[in-house]
């Protein structure tokens, strides 16, 4: 199939033919053909001043920016790009501001005009009025870029936004559900360790999580998609692309929404202590690796708080971001830097009294040293100013063959 974009005859007339705002349901027009805004996506984000221009626009037949729409399969279409003009639009016509609130515009000088309130040729002169709509009809991946394309002025949607517009269906209602409300959100509700102090594992608040990313980041986690993954060229990552194209006519996000739970639940059991450097951790990532495995959360809290105690005092050697990974894994090089920092290297030569701490035990200058650990890096020995010891070249060359020897 190849993309076809076309331009419909489109009047405000038809647009607001059956006009239903929803609230969190989402929003409909055009004899309920047209989903404005799907449930739960973002809320109507324009000031009234916003509003009123475009109106102003209307009213004198000045024209709007293009609009763009996708045409969907059961031959239903959704706004990809115009839907703060549209809603402008309908609220003013249908004097509901959203929240039962009329609308009174000062038309020309001419003040608090309801639309109800203009000439009856005025009213006429509106809803005749011709919107400048692009039809795009074609595959996911040729709409998806399409999208991007056009994706570049205004307050631009998000990537995950744009995946949501391109694979619109009854799934994806059902998971914007739990993910993406701004409000009273299953998924963020979860996620608090406790109901005080509100403490989550979460890096997303409520505001991420109405722009979808609560929603992007879950569906990372469940097609195992890193960071790192992501598709300069198309703009997503694409094992979730494929995730939502697999299941989106599926009736219920009920897989998505209870691997979610496993995550969150798995991490509650397995570490006890909440720290508010969870917040934000990749969880599902390391649900997907490590979930299966068995721990004990008593040794892992002791390994934990005994590694932030040498933290607060020797950060240097440290990678802090790798702690949670490290407990669960035991790969040092995620905790562990191999290297001793400067400033480690100058509190163990102060401790060495400005001496080669080696056979020699010569008094040198600093920059004549080399730092050397006392307990192996690859025998356990971790890069900490007490395992630190700063050497001449000759002793440091004799110290690491007597090391060798040994093995």
Not at 303 to 315: A, M, N, Q
């Amino acid at each position: 199939m190849v993309m076809k974009i076309s331009t419909p005859v489109i009047t405000i007339r038809d647009l607001v033919n059956g006009y239903c705002d929803n609230g969190q349901g989402g929003v409909v027009g055009l004899g309920g053909k047209l989903n404005i805004r799907p449930a739960y996506q973002r809320a109507f984000v324009y000031e009234p001043a916003d509003r009123d221009r475009v109106m102003m626009s209307v009213y004198n037949g000045l024209p709007l920016n293009s609009m763009y729409w996708a045409q969907n399969p059961d031959g239903t279409f959704e706004v990809i790009d115009g839907q703060q003009r549209i809603i402008s639009i309908c609220q003013y016509l249908t004097n509901n501001d959203g929240n039962g609130n009329p609308i009174a515009i000062n038309f020309n000088k001419k003040l608090n005009q309801l639309f109800s309130g203009l000439s009856p040729e005025k009213q006429n002169e509106i809803l005749d009025y011709r919107l400048q709509v692009y039809l795009c009809s074609g595959t996911d991946d040729e709409k998806l870029e399409w999208f991007h394309t056009i994706n570049i002025a205004g307050k631009q949607m998000t990537d995950q936004e744009l995946l949501n517009a391109n694979y619109t269906g009854p799934w994806l209602s059902d998971a914007k559900q739990y993910f993406s409300k701004k409000s009273n959100n299953s998924a963020i509700n979860l996620a608090f360790c406790d109901n005080d102090e509100r403490n989550t594992l979460l890096a997303q608040n409520g505001t991420d999580a109405n722009r979808q990313k609560l929603l992007e980041t879950v569906l990372r986690w469940i097609t195992n998609s890193a960071k790192s993954d992501y598709d300069d060229e198309k703009r997503c990552w694409p094992a979730v692309a494929e995730y939502m194209a697999v299941h989106r006519d599926d009736s219920t996000a009920n897989e998505l929404w209870g691997y979610y739970e496993n995550v969150i639940k798995w991490v509650k059991a397995t570490f006890s202590t909440y720290r508010k450097d969870m917040k934000g951790i990749e969880w599902g990532l390391l649900y997907n690796k490590y979930g299966k495995n068995k721990y004990d959360p008593d040794g892992l809290e002791a390994e934990l708080g005994r590694l932030y105690k040498i933290y607060d005092v020797d950060p240097d050697g440290l990678k802090k971001n790798g702690f949670y990974e490290y407990v669960l894994s035991g790969n040092r090089s995620l905790v562990w830097n191999r290297a001793f920092s400067p400033k480690q290297q100058r509190l163990a030569y102060q401790n060495q009294n400005n001496k080669c701490g080696g056979r020699c035990g010569r008094e040198m200058q600093f920059e004549m040293l080399e730092a050397h650990h006392k307990i192996a890096f690859a025998d356990g020995g971790e890069t900490r100013i007490e395992n630190c010891l700063m050497l001449c070249h000759d002793c440091h060359a004799d110290i690491t063959a007597v090391q060798n020897q040994k093995k």
